[in-house]
């Protein structure tokens, strides 16, 4: 409800300053798990040593699997994620197309996707690493996860303190918010111009189509 109202009176606008407020509450609700974690363990290094130790492979740390691997190998994963699936969703994605289409240049286009890059990188910290060595974690504390989607709440729930926890979850329903108004917003620009504007009705002024965006946002959440 929040993100439709902000999307409907702002449109791209409201979409793009609230994912960048939502962006810092993540960054600082989420590292410091990384951080408690690993210093818990004794560094990652130590906690995978122990885990292989316990029985656990030593593949289970290979970023790069062999090319035989069962499931997806090494040159495979190369080139299915990081040339098909990251550009499709970096280049073909609507609601990262409108953030270039809404840039003040070519030149800010450029320098938003390489400062975007940057950041995006340390989701390795955020999820990946601790998420590697939580099964050490939970084995040590006696903790039973019953499904392992459970894993990162759980995480955050055992590893920080009450004020931090509440910043946690509001990050992760800013997670959720900045992916539905984005929804929202490229899917009333989508319909609009792409449709209604160009089979239905033409040469009409910026308020008749704003309107209808409006119109459009609001059905879909609805939906």
């Known amino acids: ?11 791209l606008s409201a979409v793009i300053m609230t994912d960048a407020i939502q962006f810092l509450i993540m960054m600082l609700a989420t590292l410091p798990v990384y951080f408690i974690l690993t210093k818990d363990l004794g560094g990652f290094n130590q906690a995978a040593n122990q885990m292989m130790e316990m029985g656990v492979s030593e593949a289970y740390f290979n970023l790069m699997p062999g090319s035989n691997h069962p499931f997806m190998g090494g040159p495979w ?14 280049a073909g994605q609507q609601a990262m197309i409108q953030r270039n289409l809404g840039a003040r240049t070519v030149y ?3 320098f938003g996707n390489v400062m975007a890059a940057i950041p995006k990188t340390l989701g390795a910290y955020i999820y990946i690493i601790p998420l590697t060595i939580a099964p050490l974690y939970f084995a040590l504390n006696g903790i ?6 459970a ?5 955050i ?14 990050g992760l329903f800013a997670a959720g918010m ?22 239905f009705v033409r040469d009409k002024p910026d308020a008749h189509y704003f309107r209808v965006a409006r119109l459009v ?7």
Do not use: H
């Not at 994963?77 to 550009?87: D, K, R, S, T």
């Not at 894993?151 to 995480?155: D, I, K, Q, V």
């Not at 729930?157 to 509001?170: E, T, V, W």
């Not at 946002?217 to 939906?223: A, D, Q």
């Open 144 to 149: 039973f996860l019953p499904k392992p989607d």
């Open 1 to 11: 409800l929040v993100g439709g109202v902000y999307t409907w009176f702002g449109g």
């Open 108 to 110: 800010d286009a450029k």
């Open 217 to 223: 946002t609001l059905t879909c959440l609805v939906i």
């Open 77 to 90: 994963l190369i080139v299915g994620q990081c040339f098909v699936a990251a550009l499709a969703w970096a």
């Open 157 to 170: 729930l055992n590893l920080l303190p009450s004020g931090m926890i509440g910043l946690a979850f509001a």
């Open 178 to 199: 900045s992916t539905m108004d984005s929804m929202l917003n490229s899917t009333s620009t989508l319909f609009v111009r792409d449709i209604y504007e160009r089979f």
């Open 151 to 155: 894993a990162y709440g759980t995480l």
